[in-house]
């Protein structure tokens, strides 16, 4: 199995460009996340998705935005990139087993994303 | 969800044991705590989880008190291999409304040779 799969690895912008950074999972999982991840910081919530056609805000949402079209796929868009957003993007996912707080999260290898 | 404190960071040299704890002090009858691994340049991964008294696994073992408020993970005999963050969250089974999980910034271990 390849579990979840983040492209691109790198990806240098220039501000007000727009790009969607790609995750997917091969596990069949209903729950799936995105974060970011800054220098010293810990992992923050962007969007999140319970299954297809639902998705959600977390905690730092805005300049993002997310869709959920089919199980295996959830894409992260940044509609006009700005130096703020410069940080590492990871995309995870769970099965919706018995929740969220005691479900495994299974986390991407992460996209490292430069705005210039 | 119940808010996490843990140490900022800790050294420790190869062949120590290794005790990180963290304070759950708001913790629901129906939290679990878990713990996970994050390595340089690669996504978190899970470690470990319990509910209360003691866990063991391959990899660590996890003890919680009676009262819950705390937990800690026990790395035995760690090795350069084992530095990393590490993230205690406290979360519950479905049905409790939310769907997100918080990460905080963890404990950034550092093993020594």
């Known amino acids: 199995n390849a579990g979840v799969t983040q492209t691109p690895k790198f990806q240098v912008l220039k501000t007000g460009q727009s790009m969607t950074l790609q995750c997917a999972q091969d596990m069949n999982h209903e729950y799936m996340s995105w974060y970011r991840q800054d220098p010293g910081m810990g992992l923050r919530l962007i969007h999140y998705s319970v299954g297809a056609g639902i998705t959600d805000q977390g905690e730092v949402p805005n300049g993002y935005n997310v869709s959920r079209s089919t199980t295996e796929d959830f894409p992260l868009r940044l509609l006009s990139a700005a130096p703020s957003q410069t940080s590492v993007y990871f995309c995870a996912s769970s099965p919706l087993g018995q929740g969220v707080g005691t479900d495994t999260q299974y986390f991407g290898p992460g996209t490292r994303l430069t705005v210039l | ?113």
């Open chain 2, 1 to 113: 969800l119940a808010k996490t404190t843990q140490p900022i960071s800790m050294d420790s040299y190869e062949g120590q044991e290794v005790n990180i704890t963290c304070s759950h002090n708001n913790i629901a009858t129906n939290d679990y705590i878990t713990w996970y691994q994050q390595f340089p340049s690669q996504g978190p991964r899970f470690i470990i989880q319990g509910y209360k008294t003691k866990v063991t696994n391959e990899v660590a073992s996890l003890f919680i008190p009676a009262d819950r408020k705390s937990s800690t993970l026990s790395l035995p005999r760690v090795s350069l291999s084992d530095t990393a963050v590490y993230y205690c969250l406290v979360g519950d089974t479905a049905g409790a409304g939310s769907y997100q999980l918080t990460f905080g910034k963890g404990t950034k271990l550092s093993v020594i040779p």
